[in-house]
């Protein structure tokens, strides 16, 4: 049997996580669906489309919600039943690589899936909608648009094993930070390179869309795989040194 | 075996909780005894891959423990003296846990429960600290891994729960097992560890069996104050002394007095057990 990983061993640790998880999830899912209802309530009563609560709705969710989610304190009392557990840390990493990175984006995909469907399911033109433009969203949404959200989970994934406390908010925070020192870099070498004396304003979205302008032009590099540079920073070399970064601290990590 | 080479470890630097310490462990249930902040948890997590060692080496049959390879942690069982519980019921805790030791017995698990009359089908947050204990002991035990580090098991159990921890033991042990016990309450434990370890300010005072400490010391109470002992206690009935054994006598072993001799004698300890 490998000391590194194991299928079988792999196995037992990914459903005992899933079973520690899972309440997390139906807890989570429930809250989720609390809004939903609440949004369709909004809806009929102010004749408005239910998509205008369900922002604020589930800003609030994820404030109260994000720190539980991301939330996991590893101490010497509450952590040595995981540590002393006989499973390698790559198999640790990998279970919790997968919960963060693929059932976390997973989970929110199905979820927005689920209310899509039941907003088309109630009666009134605002519902059915809202139902659509969710659903059209989801299918509008590419490969490397989703590969994006996982991308963004493994800072996530990384910050649940440095942070010890409101891990949520300091990642975003980093996160923040990484967009605007990745922006300056940019236009640094922008400048530097092609545009000497030329004033740079630039702006980058969630999907790697890249908008700047000089005094002369004005640029959209739009479309992840269009544009190179941010497709292989933002999803491969971030998440991949996010993930050796992880793995490296919890087999560092001692309680 | 476990074998412990020149191991030194910090929290601090400049201030060791070990320094170069060496010894061996091999079967038996270890008395792991030492004055507080002496470093006999730090020793268990060491043990058990928690701590990594600053400089040296502690290994489990030939293994590294700071490396947590899975074959040799199914070879060890850390009960902690603080920890916080899971917030499943016992039965869900065993299930997700126990598959992952090849020799766990669910028979045995369900046994040591009964002696220490508990029920499986509880949630560990409506137990208390002591029921707790007995649940993680009863699991411990009923995993038979050959290493199991015990750190102040016998803390928060009430009186007639400590017999019945003595009754497990014994009933778990066998010579192919190391049993290490981290304890204070000598008295809870005087009749069931042999070997005995004393650790003491970076370093090992003592590791023996009971025959050979009392091979070389005797333990005896008199009226008069005796002279050339290495301890003496007064009590109502005298007096309590620890002294060389010159004539070979066999007197029984009192933890408390060897290790309040060990303690005020460093240097005579040292050379009499060849540490």
Redesign the interface.
């Known amino acids: ?1 490998s ?1 590194i990983f ?1 299928i079988h ?1 792999f196995g ?2 990914f459903t ?1 996580e899933f ?2 998880y899972s309440p997390k999830l139906i807890g989570i899912g429930s809250v989720g669906l609390g809004i939903f209802a609440l949004t369709v309530i909004y809806s009929y009563v102010f004749q408005s489309s239910p998509l205008n609560f369900s922002f604020v709705a589930f800003g609030v969710a994820l404030t109260v919600l994000a720190p539980i989610i991301y939330h996991k304190r590893v101490d ?3 952590s ?2 995981d ?7 790559f ?1 640790k990493f990998l279970v919790k690589w997968s919960f963060s990175v693929i059932l976390m984006p997973a989970f929110v995909i199905a979820y927005l899936l689920l209310i899509g469907w039941l907003y088309r399911l109630m009666p009134g033109g605002m519902c059915v909608e809202s139902g659509s433009r969710i659903i059209d969203f989801l299918k509008s949404l590419s490969f490397e648009q989703i590969c994006s959200i996982s991308a963004l989970q493994s800072f996530f994934l990384v910050g649940s094993f440095y942070f010890r406390k409101h891990v949520f908010w300091k990642v975003s925070l980093s996160l923040i930070i990484y967009f605007l020192l990745f922006a300056l870099v940019f236009i640094l070498f922008h400048q530097s390179m092609f545009l000497e004396n030329h004033q740079v304003s630039l702006g980058i979205n969630f999907w790697g869309d890249m908008m700047y302008s000089d005094s002369n032009h004005s640029h959209t590099l739009s479309g992840i795989n269009r544009n190179l540079f941010v497709y292989i920073s933002l999803n491969l070399v971030a998440p991949l040194g996010m993930w050796v970064v992880s793995f490296l601290k919890l ?1 560092e990590t ?2 | 075996m476990i074998e412990i080479n020149n191991l030194s470890f910090y929290y601090k630097k400049g201030k060791p909780v070990f320094e170069q310490v060496s010894f061996e462990m091999a079967s038996g249930i270890y008395g792991l005894l030492g004055e507080n902040g002496v470093g006999k948890s730090t020793l268990l ?1 060491i043990i ?5 060692p600053d400089s040296g080496q502690c290994k489990i049959d030939g293994k590294d423990t700071f490396r ?4 040799t ?2 070879k ?3 009960l ?1 003296e ?3 519980s ?1 917030t ?1 019921k016992i039965d ?1 805790f065993i299930k ?2 126990a ?3 090849p020799h766990f017995s669910r028979e045995q698990f369900e046994n040591n429960m009964r002696d220490f009359e508990m029920e499986t089908d509880r949630k560990f947050s409506e137990l208390s600290y002591g029921q707790k204990k007995k649940v993680l002991i009863s699991y411990g035990m009923s995993l038979n891994t050959p290493y199991v580090l015990l750190d102040e098991p016998t803390n928060g159990l009430d009186i007639p729960s400590k017999a019945q921890f003595r009754k497990v033991i014994a009933s778990a042990y066998d010579e192919d097992r190391c049993i290490i016990i981290s304890t204070h309450q000598v008295r809870d434990l005087e009749s069931l560890i042999d070997p005995i370890i004393i650790l003491d300010r970076n370093q090992v005072l003592l590791n023996n069996s009971v025959e050979e400490i009392t091979r070389k010391l005797v333990f005896k109470h008199t009226q008069n104050k005796p002279e050339n002992t290495y301890y003496t206690e007064s009590n109502l009935a005298g007096y309590s002394y620890v002294g060389p054994n010159l004539t070979g006598e066999e007197t029984t072993l009192n933890i408390e007095m060897l290790f309040n001799a060990a303690v005020s004698n460093r240097t005579t300890f040292k050379d009499l057990f060849n540490v």
């Open positions: 049997m000391n194991d061993r037992k640790l005992r079973g520690r010497r009392t509450n040595i039943f540590f002393t557990l006989p499973v390698s840390s198999e087999r001692e309680v | 997590r058990a891959g928690l701590r990594f947590r390879d899975p074959e942690l199914s060890v069982f850390l902690p603080e920890f916080e899971p499943v869900r997700d846990n598959k992952f030791y």
